[in-house]
């Protein structure tokens, strides 16, 4: 079991066999209370932050965050959806950027895995990720659709980009950086080709699917991963 921290959620992440690929699924609980060390204590009495009210927070924001979009949503109105003071909210998140990367974050995680265990070759990592990638349902699909005009926002607002590439952005790229360094490791890709990219295609395909009104699911993966990604990572350097 590992617990891994994003901002304010704390996510256990447990391990379970799966036979197909030789792969490990991994699934993943909200745990929102802390460990005591890692728990803030606030005001002169040094009274712990609770944080059981944070799932309600984060609801209420991605809540809002459909219905109005980022630039008419404010904290006043995450406070009023979540029955909680503004300060609840302050005390917890320094702006209202930082509180909506975390909702989008939480939910992301909840939804898709954070890690890829090596299976011990590039085709088997690449149909792990695929069987990891979730066949979102419609509500999913929906809530999905408040990401384009996360985006648009973005870039009126540099608060808000910097905390999606950091936060959201960073972990599929990382992830399917992983993957490809194990490959280069493994001798399956050559030293010289050049991945940088490969990521943000991934990405950015996933991007456009949303823009289309569509989830990037378990299909949408497959057909990106096996007839875009592998061909390009395998290819002759001098091709």
Same mark, same amino acid.
């Given at each position: 079991m590992q617990i891994r921290s994003i901002s304010t959620i704390h996510l256990v992440i447990f391990r379970r066999p799966q036979l197909q690929y030789g792969t490990v699924l991994y699934y993943i609980t909200m745990n929102t209370r802390p460990p005591p060390e890692q728990q803030r204590r606030i005001g002169a009495g040094?009274?712990?932050l609770d944080r059981s009210r944070d799932p309600a927070i984060l609801?209420? &924001?991605l809540e809002g965050l459909a219905e109005l979009g980022y630039d008419r949503l404010s904290m006043d109105e995450i406070a009023a959806r979540a029955h909680a003071g503004k300060g609840a909210l302050y005390r917890r998140w320094p702006s209202k950027a930082a509180? #909506?990367?975390?909702a989008v974050v939480a939910w992301r995680a909840e939804r898709a895995p954070l890690e890829i265990p090596d299976t011990g070759s590039l085709t088997g990592?690449?149909? &792990?990720? #695929? &069987?990891?990638t979730?066949?979102?349902d419609e509500a999913a699909t929906q809530q999905m659709s408040m990401f384009a005009g996360? #985006?648009?926002a973005a870039s009126r607002d540099p608060e808000l980009r910097e905390a999606l590439c950091d936060n959201v952005l960073a972990v599929p790229r990382r992830i399917i950086s992983d993957v490809l360094e194990r490959a280069v490791a493994r001798g399956e890709i050559s030293t010289e080709r050049d991945l940088e990219l490969i990521p943000d295609i991934v990405i950015g395909l996933s991007l456009m699917r949303i823009l289309q009104g569509a989830s990037p699911d378990r299909e949408h993966a497959r057909r990106v991963l096996r007839t875009i990604v592998y061909p390009l990572v395998i290819a002759r350097s001098d091709a």
């Open positions: 040094g009274r712990q609801k209420a &924001a509180l #909506i990367v975390d990592d690449l149909e &792990a990720m #695929i &069987a990891a979730p066949d979102f996360l #985006i648009t």
